[in-house]
């Protein structure tokens, strides 16, 4: 069989494939790119499930607790003439808003709805607001009475007589608990108190309250 110069035959071919340690390379970096794609995943995964753990349990959204912590007579005269009965009365509440989150909260212009007997005769105003976490204000807020809309309560000269007066409050705090920016929930807090009035001391007598939240 005749051979060229070479001494290969006429249907020799020279070897042309790459070299298996390119091949080996290219496994080698695909086979780290999964494992650093998986490392970081798994990292992930872990991350959610520690910030699902804290918002669950450190960060879960509780409600606020609003209390009346007193209240105070600014100034009491009362005077049954029946041609002209007359009413003064002048109220100081201290309210005080407590925030049991490790997060802000957030409240919107609030009101305190006075009763008697019923009837609504006064209010009074709480403005907007922000309370850090586990933080508390305690704030003052001065009652605007409707005198003219107690004394024409059939039940005033029987209060008189008995030597009390009672009043009635309910205070309704709303606002947001803000968790990390991820976690917002709407929250309420209620507080209703009796407040019974001396007509002999001209003083605050008793008063007691209860508190409901809601979330």
């Excluded at 002209?84 to 049991?100: A, D, F, H, I, Q």
Aim: charged letters at 15%.
């Amino acid at each position: 069989m005749a051979t060229n110069g070479n001494g290969f035959g006429p249907h020799s071919k020279l070897d042309s494939s790459p070299p298996s340690d390119g091949r080996s390379k290219r496994y080698s970096r695909r086979r780290k790119c999964l494992v650093c794609g998986g490392i970081t995943l798994a990292v992930l995964v872990v991350i959610g499930i520690l910030l699902l753990i804290l918002a669950l349990t450190v960060f879960k959204p509780k409600s606020p607790v609003i209390s009346i912590d007193s209240v105070q007579l600014q100034s009491f005269n009362v005077s049954l003439n029946l041609l002209s009965p007359r009413l003064e009365l002048g109220l100081t509440m201290w309210v005080s808003v407590y925030n049991p989150n490790r997060a802000s909260f957030k409240y919107t212009n609030s009101t305190s709805v006075i009763t008697y007997h019923g009837d609504e005769v006064g209010n009074a105003r709480i403005p907007a607001g922000e309370i850090g976490a586990r933080g508390r204000e305690k704030f003052p807020t001065d009652v605007s009475i409707q005198a003219m809309q107690i004394v024409g309560n059939s039940n005033l000269l029987p209060d008189v007589a008995s030597g009390s007066i009672p009043i009635s409050t309910r205070t309704v705090v709303s606002g947001r608990v803000n968790v990390l920016n991820v976690i917002k929930r709407h929250a309420t807090s209620t507080s209703v108190c009796n407040v019974t009035i001396s007509v002999a001391s001209r003083n605050v007598q008793d008063f007691k309250c209860s508190h409901k939240t809601k979330l």
